[in-house]
């Protein structure tokens, strides 16, 4: 049993637990919470301080590595690396953040109809997105570039349908990873039905569900919170908290940390420093491990920031403050890492400039191929309505197709002068 | 088991129990399924047989029923859902409309969504507001769903059959007053193709077009019409998405006359999509305008007035009259 599995379930017993932060609100001390206070629940999911606290400040925050690139150790969540795991986990990062540059660029030159860049989210989606094993299944919102490049998912793939050629267009299967999901929120059901087939099957693969702060209020995410933990599903639900849907801050979400919902559905609710790899990396195999030996469902709520625009329409300019972007990119997932692998001369100059070669060559592959891409034959609108067929699209298919041929015989239109 | 006399609550059992027997990924899902049986008792003695794994008692909420089947189909189950009455579907028809109906198209046919969402649906009983509306066109309208409805035992037993067979998302109406009404099923039989309309009634003056709990009211009116001398075909559209047109369509032209007869309001109702396609097909053909009988663009009316809301037997007459004045 790992360290992290057992802490794990020992905070599940004892979610009543409150420890303040601040002496300015007292709790009301019950006879139940004395009694959870007294054991040895983790401190991280009895945490009441206000979402948008600094999260190197914030006690209750699992940390591995500070914003300074310092190594820290964390009473109920620890990580070993080898350098080549951190150098890897370093690339990954470097990788997801040249390939969303690019696609913010191709949008920029009218290649791509919209993207929403993932910038400043890499250490949460590379952290989670490392802990998982091959045959577990992850449900993304339309932002976990990092996700899917973990797990191999071309990354072009991911462009299609910001591009408009089509809604999604890869097969889930092939890297367990789900289509992106617009609509906020509905994919945390599927991963609970996912997982809750997972268990019927008796595997012991679990299954992850991203969402964002804003998700955190849509109904689909409370039942999938009531589901999972009925049925005792191996899912994790991983909340990217970027401190911002669209104009909306948190606390136009809710009234008390993410991470603490999870308590009033019986189960634990973990916040980890979105910004530390290691932390994002640590606690969510914790999380995956107990799915996985039949515990149910764990909440992981990643403190993080969106350095860009919601997507490429939105103008930050309007609702938030340059000053709150700066003091984030001080604590950039990236460079934190980078200075400790230099402190501790795990990598060495050849390798960034090596990775630098390779990113380049990334963003070139995904430039590449985006412009080849070539749009979609109008008759495709008729196909993959129905696995079984329908006569109503086979008649509306043969009078599109008519009315197509309709114009087979005339001059085109330019030709006619 | 072979042939013998169901109402229709008890084929639509036993075609669950049938499906749940021959097929290990089957599941069904919904509030009080298991050891209640459902509040219609349609599934009961599933749970008791199959095990709460198999028959899921879920928590109150319709988004998070379809949105798990969803999930569960994507794993590789055949979920078949009970929605407890129609007027509860809607907190689920998010998930229906955006997730259920597109995934297949979304994935470029990669996945298949074999999910069916059971409904008992429409007026008659008496019953409080939200339990006796008739919410198809909403679903009609959808393309990826495909959205049917028996009106007899035989078609209860084998259209649920087809549903769970069918790769596509199935919406499956349950006329909830006729539950109880007993026919001939035959579980040795083979079935007709699930989306074809049947004549159950040969008559040569007007067409009535129905489907689910419309279909015996006009049966009943084409008796009374042919005391007066009116011969009145009657077919059971069954499939309310697709439709089969090519079956009303030969009628018609035989007919000249088309009345078509649903529950749900008139207004942008099935009937008026058949309307439209009938007219458009059969245009030189038609002695009349094609006119429908349906509710009205109200809410579902409290239950001391809902006979006067649903099409009844004079009603139905009444319109078959007007066509025939034509």
Same mark, same amino acid.
């Given at each position: 049993?790992?360290?992290?599995?057992?802490?794990?379930?020992?905070?599940?017993?004892?979610?009543?637990?409150?420890?303040?932060?601040?002496?300015?609100? &007292?709790?009301?001390?019950?006879?139940?919470?004395?009694?959870?206070?007294?054991?040895?629940?983790?401190?991280?999911?009895?945490?009441?301080?206000?979402? *948008?606290?600094?999260?190197?400040?914030?006690?209750?925050?699992?940390?591995?590595?500070?914003?300074?690139?310092?190594?820290?150790?964390?009473?109920?969540?620890?990580?070993?690396?080898?350098?080549?795991?951190?150098?890897?986990?370093?690339?990954?990062?470097?990788?997801?953040?040249?390939?969303?540059?690019?696609?913010?660029?191709?949008?920029?030159?009218?290649?791509?109809?919209?993207?929403?860049?993932?910038?400043?989210?890499?250490?949460?989606?590379?952290?989670?997105?490392?802990?998982?094993?091959?045959?577990?299944?992850?449900?993304?919102?339309?932002?976990? *570039?990092?996700?899917?490049?973990?797990?191999?998912?071309?990354?072009?793939?991911?462009?299609?349908?910001?591009?408009?050629?089509?809604?999604?267009?890869?097969?889930?299967?092939?890297?367990?990873?789900?289509?992106?999901?617009?609509?906020?929120?509905?994919?945390?059901?599927?991963?609970?039905?996912?997982?809750?087939?997972?268990?019927?099957?008796?595997?012991?693969?679990?299954?992850?569900?991203?969402?964002?702060?804003?998700?955190?209020?849509?109904?689909?995410?409370?039942?999938?919170?009531?589901?999972?933990?009925?049925?005792? &599903?191996?899912?994790?639900?991983?909340?990217?908290?970027?401190?911002?849907?669209?104009?909306?801050?948190?606390?136009?979400?809710?009234?008390?940390?993410?991470?603490?919902?999870?308590?009033?559905?019986?189960?634990?609710?973990?916040?980890?420093?979105?910004?530390?790899?290691?932390?994002?990396?640590?606690?969510?195999?914790?999380?995956?491990?107990?799915?996985?030996?039949?515990?149910?469902?764990?909440?992981?709520?990643?403190?993080?920031?969106?350095?860009?625009?919601?997507?490429?329409?939105?103008?930050?300019?309007?609702?938030?403050?340059?000053?709150?972007?700066?003091?984030?990119?001080?604590?950039?997932?990236?460079?934190?890492?980078?200075?400790?692998?230099?402190?501790?001369?795990? &990598?060495? &100059?050849?390798?960034?400039?090596?990775?630098?070669?390779?990113?380049?060559?990334?963003?070139?592959?995904?430039?590449?191929?985006?412009?080849?891409?070539?749009?979609?034959?109008?008759?495709?609108?008729?196909?993959?309505?129905?696995?079984?067929?329908?006569?109503?699209?086979?008649?509306?298919?043969?009078?599109?197709?008519?009315?197509?041929?309709?114009?087979?015989?005339?001059?085109?239109?330019?030709?006619?002068? | 088991?072979?042939?013998?006399?169901?109402?229709?609550?008890?084929?639509?059992?036993?075609?669950?129990?049938?499906?749940?027997?021959?097929?290990?990924?089957?599941?069904?899902?919904?509030?009080?399924?298991?050891?209640?049986?459902?509040?219609?008792?349609?599934?009961?003695?599933?749970?008791?047989? !199959?095990?709460?794994?198999?028959?899921?008692?879920?928590?109150?909420?319709?988004?998070?029923?379809?949105?798990?089947?969803?999930?569960?189909?994507?794993?590789?189950?055949?979920?078949?859902?009970?929605?407890?009455?129609?007027?509860?579907?809607?907190?689920?028809?998010?998930?229906?409309?955006?997730?259920?109906?597109?995934?297949?198209?979304?994935?470029?046919?990669?996945?298949?969504?074999?999910?069916?969402?059971?409904?008992?649906?429409?007026? =008659?009983?008496?019953?409080?507001?939200?339990?006796?509306?008739?919410?198809?066109?909403? !679903?009609?309208?959808?393309?990826?769903?495909?959205?049917?409805?028996?009106?007899?035992?035989?078609?209860?037993?084998?259209?649920?059959?087809?549903?769970?067979?069918?790769?596509?998302?199935?919406?499956?109406?349950?006329?909830?007053?006729?539950?109880?009404?007993? =026919?001939?099923?035959?579980?040795?039989?083979?079935?007709?193709?699930?989306?074809?309309?049947?004549?159950?009634?040969?008559?040569?003056?007007?067409?009535?077009?129905?489907? =689910?709990?419309?279909?015996?009211?006009?049966?009943?009116?084409?008796?009374?019409?042919?005391?007066? =001398?009116?011969?009145?075909?009657?077919?059971?559209?069954?499939?309310?998405?697709?439709?089969? !047109?090519?079956?009303?369509?030969?009628?018609?032209?035989?007919?000249?006359?088309?009345?078509?007869?649903?529950?749900?309001?008139? !207004?942008?109702?099935?009937?008026?999509?058949?309307?439209?396609?009938?007219?458009?097909?059969?245009?030189?053909?038609?002695?009349?305008?094609?006119?429908?009988?349906?509710?009205?663009?109200?809410?579902?009316?409290?239950?001391?007035?809902?006979?006067?809301?649903?099409?009844?037997?004079?009603?139905?007459?009444?319109?078959?009259?007007?066509?025939?004045?034509?």
């Amino acid at each position: 049993m790992t360290v992290e599995s057992t802490a794990a379930r020992k905070s599940r017993n004892s979610g009543a637990g409150t420890k303040r932060a601040t002496a300015k609100k &007292a709790p009301e001390k019950t006879p139940a919470k004395k009694a959870a206070a007294k054991s040895t629940a983790r401190k991280a999911a009895q945490h009441d301080a206000p979402p *948008h606290d600094a999260p190197q400040h914030d006690p209750e925050l699992v940390q591995l590595l500070t914003p300074e690139g310092k190594r820290v150790e964390h009473p109920e969540f620890s990580i070993d690396l080898t350098p080549d795991e951190l150098r890897g986990l370093y690339r990954d990062m470097v990788m997801a953040r040249r390939f969303d540059a690019e696609a913010v660029t191709l949008q920029r030159q009218g290649e791509l109809g919209l993207w929403p860049s993932l910038l400043g989210q890499e250490a949460a989606q590379i952290g989670s997105g490392r802990a998982l094993r091959d045959d577990d299944y992850i449900f993304p919102t339309y932002r976990e *570039h990092g996700v899917a490049w973990c797990r191999g998912v071309p990354p072009e793939n991911l462009l299609g349908m910001f591009r408009g050629v089509n809604n999604g267009g890869w097969d889930p299967n092939s890297n367990n990873f789900h289509l992106y999901t617009i609509v906020i929120g509905s994919q945390a059901l599927h991963a609970t039905g996912y997982a809750m087939g997972v268990a019927k099957d008796g595997a012991d693969s679990a299954v992850i569900a991203y969402f964002g702060d804003g998700a955190s209020s849509q109904g689909d995410v409370a039942e999938s919170f009531t589901f999972s933990a009925v049925y005792n &599903a191996p899912v994790v639900f991983f909340c990217q908290n970027n401190q911002w849907a669209i104009s909306e801050p948190t606390e136009k979400q809710t009234r008390v940390p993410l991470y603490q919902r999870a308590r009033g559905y019986g189960f634990p609710g973990v916040r980890v420093d979105g910004n530390d790899v290691l932390a994002c990396l640590a606690v969510t195999r914790a999380a995956l491990e107990r799915a996985r030996s039949g515990e149910g469902p764990m909440l992981v709520e990643a403190f993080t920031y969106r350095m860009g625009a919601h997507t490429t329409s939105d103008d930050p300019t309007k609702y938030r403050r340059d000053e709150e972007r700066a003091a984030w990119e001080a604590k950039d997932p990236i460079q934190r890492l980078r200075t400790y692998m230099e402190s501790e001369k795990i &990598a060495d &100059a050849g390798f960034f400039a090596a990775l630098d070669e390779e990113k380049e060559a990334l963003g070139r592959r995904v430039r590449e191929a985006v412009r080849s891409m070539t749009d979609p034959d109008p008759m495709s609108i008729f196909e993959n309505v129905y696995a079984d067929g329908s006569a109503l699209v086979d008649e509306e298919r043969a009078q599109f197709a008519a009315y197509q041929a309709s114009f087979a015989d005339s001059p085109a239109a330019g030709e006619v002068k | 088991m072979a042939a013998q006399k169901l109402p229709i609550a008890k084929a639509i059992n036993e075609s669950l129990r049938k499906a749940l027997e021959t097929d290990p990924k089957v599941l069904v899902m919904g509030e009080d399924v298991g050891k209640l049986g459902g509040v219609f008792r349609v599934t009961d003695g599933l749970q008791k047989d !199959f095990g709460e794994d198999r028959v899921i008692d879920t928590p109150l909420a319709e988004s998070g029923i379809v949105g798990t089947a969803i999930g569960l189909a994507l794993r590789g189950y055949r979920p078949v859902v009970e929605i407890q009455f129609d007027g509860f579907v809607f907190p689920a028809y998010d998930q229906i409309v955006t997730q259920l109906a597109k995934m297949h198209a979304r994935a470029l046919g990669k996945v298949k969504m074999p999910v069916v969402i059971r409904i008992p649906y429409g007026g =008659g009983i008496g019953a409080v507001e939200h339990h006796s509306e008739s919410p198809e066109a909403l !679903f009609a309208h959808v393309a990826g769903l495909k959205v049917i409805s028996p009106s007899t035992s035989a078609d209860a037993y084998w259209m649920m059959q087809q549903a769970i067979q069918s790769d596509d998302p199935v919406i499956f109406f349950e006329p909830k007053r006729r539950y109880w009404d007993k =026919g001939e099923v035959d579980t040795d039989a083979i079935p007709g193709p699930l989306h074809a309309a049947r004549t159950v009634r040969p008559g040569s003056d007007l067409t009535l077009v129905a489907y =689910g709990p419309m279909v015996k009211v006009c049966l009943e009116a084409a008796a009374a019409a042919q005391e007066e =001398g009116k011969s009145v075909e009657v077919i059971d559209l069954r499939s309310m998405s697709p439709i089969d !047109f090519d079956t009303v369509q030969s009628s018609v032209e035989r007919t000249g006359r088309l009345v078509v007869v649903h529950e749900a309001p008139v !207004f942008y109702g099935s009937g008026a999509e058949i309307a439209a396609r009938i007219t458009e097909r059969c245009f030189y053909h038609l002695e009349a305008p094609v006119l429908r009988v349906g509710g009205y663009h109200s809410p579902y009316p409290p239950a001391r007035v809902e006979e006067e809301y649903l099409p009844g037997l004079d009603r139905v007459l009444d319109a078959v009259d007007r066509s025939l004045a034509y």
